[in-house]
Each structure stands twice: as structure tokens, then as C-alpha cells.
């Protein structure tokens, strides 16, 4: 092998190292934290419930009373007060509160999957009662992030039909 061909040999395997690092860098995007923040402007892909401006009156009036109810249970619990927690929980967003909205409602006003929506929430709401005698946060906790999770997933799907 002659000095040139070792060189241009040489040069060959520098070119592709190169090579293989520019492209090899360029495909590595950054990746943004698995839980980074939500951008904000995202388009608004929830559906719609038409609602007559008294049943949305109604809705508002539930929806305001489940959010009071969260901070009144964050309340008790701060005040080590489970019967109460436990109390709040059961009677403002279990199944009883169900019939109650039901009852004050037109259930044919909203669309099957919304009540399963409704539904696993106040499933939630009930298994979150149930822990609450334990006064065992490591317990209860994680049932308290259920039950926000099912007030999240609706809102996720569903808005009022603005007009
Ligand atoms: C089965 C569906 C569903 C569940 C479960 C649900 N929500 Fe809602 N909520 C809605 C819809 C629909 C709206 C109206 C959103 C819109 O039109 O932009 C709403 C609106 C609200 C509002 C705004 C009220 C206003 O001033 O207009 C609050 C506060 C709220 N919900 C709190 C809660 C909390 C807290 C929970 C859980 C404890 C919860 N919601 C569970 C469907 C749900």
C-alpha cells in the first residue's frame, strides 16, 4: 500500500466519522421532560354538550359546589378531621350527589359517554370515603388524585356549548 493510498484511506475514514457525527447530532433533538407543561394554546377538541341557558345555569351552579367541596375536604384533612373529610366526600360527590344532580338535571341532555365520566368520578369520590377512616395519608392521597383525575379527564372531553 502506497503512502497516498494510507492518506486518502485516512481521510476516507475521517470524512465519515464526520460525518456520521454531524448527522448522528442533528437527529438528536432535545427532548423536552416527559411531564413538561402543557402548551398553551392548544386547539379546543372537547365536544360540546348544547345545553338551554338553565340546565347551564344548573351545571355551573354543581360544578362551582364539587370545586368548594375539594377545598373543604383539603380543610378537614389539613384539621386531621376524617369524619369530615370522610363525611364531604361521601354526601357533595358520591353517588348520592349523583341522583341529586340527576334529579335537578336532564340526564337526556348530555351524551352516554359523559355519564361514564360522571360515573367513574363519583366511583372515585366513594373509594375515597372508604379510606378516609384509615387517617392514613399514604392511603389517602392517592385515592384524593383519582378523584381529581376523573374532574380532569371530563373537562378534557366536554365543554358547554358557549353561545
Ligand atoms: C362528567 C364530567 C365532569 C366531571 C366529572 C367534572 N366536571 Fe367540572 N365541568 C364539566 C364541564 C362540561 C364543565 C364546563 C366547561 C366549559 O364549558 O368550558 C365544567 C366546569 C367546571 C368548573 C367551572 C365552572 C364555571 O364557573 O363555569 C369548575 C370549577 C369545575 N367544573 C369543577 C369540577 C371539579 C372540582 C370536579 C371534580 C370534583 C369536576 N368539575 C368534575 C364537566 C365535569
Known amino acids: 500500500m502506497s503512502r497516498g493510498q494510507i492518506y486518502s484511506g485516512a481521510g476516507l475514514f475521517f470524512l465519515?466519522?464526520?460525518?456520521?457525527?454531524?448527522?448522528?447530532?442533528?437527529?438528536?433533538?432535545?427532548?423536552?421532560?416527559?411531564?413538561e407543561v402543557r402548551p398553551v394554546h392548544l386547539p379546543d377538541v372537547r365536544t360540546p354538550i348544547p345545553l338551554g341557558p338553565d340546565a347551564?345555569?344548573?351545571?355551573?351552579?354543581?360544578?362551582?359546589?364539587?370545586?368548594?367541596?375539594i377545598q373543604a375536604i383539603v380543610a378537614a384533612l389539613a384539621d386531621e378531621d376524617y369524619r369530615l373529610a370522610q363525611g364531604l366526600t361521601e354526601s357533595h360527590l358520591g353517588f348520592f350527589m349523583h341522583r341529586y344532580a340527576m334529579a335537578r338535571q336532564e340526564p337526556a341532555d348530555f351524551p352516554p359517554?359523559?355519564?361514564?365520566l360522571a360515573m367513574a368520578h363519583h366511583a372515585a369520590a366513594e373509594?375515597?370515603?372508604?379510606?378516609?377512616?384509615?387517617?392514613?395519608?399514604?392511603?389517602?392521597?392517592?385515592?384524593?388524585?383519582?378523584?381529581?383525575?376523573?374532574?380532569v379527564a371530563c373537562h378534557l372531553e366536554y365543554r358547554l356549548r358557549h353561545s
Do not use: S, W
Open 113 to 116: 359517554a359523559y355519564h361514564d
Open 127 to 151: 373509594k375515597l370515603a372508604d379510606v378516609m377512616p384509615t387517617k392514613d395519608l399514604k392511603q389517602i392521597l392517592p385515592e384524593f388524585n383519582n378523584l381529581l383525575k376523573a374532574c
Open 16 to 35: 465519515c466519522v464526520a460525518v456520521l457525527l454531524v448527522t448522528g447530532c442533528a437527529e438528536q433533538k432535545p427532548m423536552p421532560p416527559a411531564d
Open 56 to 69: 347551564r345555569q344548573e351545571h355551573r351552579a354543581v360544578m362551582l359546589q364539587h370545586l368548594e367541596t
